[in-house]
């Protein structure tokens, strides 16, 4: 009933940037909370951001003052600005949504995830 899709990642060397954002579509009625997981290789999924819908946003130790998130509510994306990305934020990044669809039920939803590699 959510369909994510998500883009952006890729290749970058230390130091570098890169911008990944997630279109949720289907029978959405609201989308509350909308995050970024990343799983690296051979660890657990970790949270990474979590922004609500009235924009309150929390961060890993591990990103906070590199990463940013964002959120359009009219185009039902959300966004993670990664600055200054190190070989350890080599990892897939998955996008999360919980929403409300059509028949007043939560759906939570995951996206396909997206690979960024760290390295020079």
């Known amino acids: 009933q959510v369909q994510l899709v998500e883009s952006g990642g890729g290749l970058v060397q230390p130091g570098g940037s890169l911008r990944l954002s997630c279109a949720a579509s289907g029978m959405i009625l609201h989308i509350n909370k909308m995050a970024w997981y990343r799983q690296a290789p051979g660890k657990q999924r970790e949270v990474v951001t979590i922004?609500?819908?009235?924009?309150?946003?929390t961060y890993a130790d591990s990103v906070k003052g590199r990463f940013t998130v964002s959120r359009d509510n009219d185009k039902n994306t959300v966004y993670l600005q990664m600055n200054n990305l190190k070989p350890e934020d080599t990892a897939v990044y998955y996008c999360n949504v919980a929403a409300v669809v059509v028949g007043l039920k939560t759906f939570n939803a995951w996206g396909q995830g997206t690979l960024v590699t760290v390295s020079s």
């Open positions: 922004i609500t819908n009235e924009g309150s946003q």
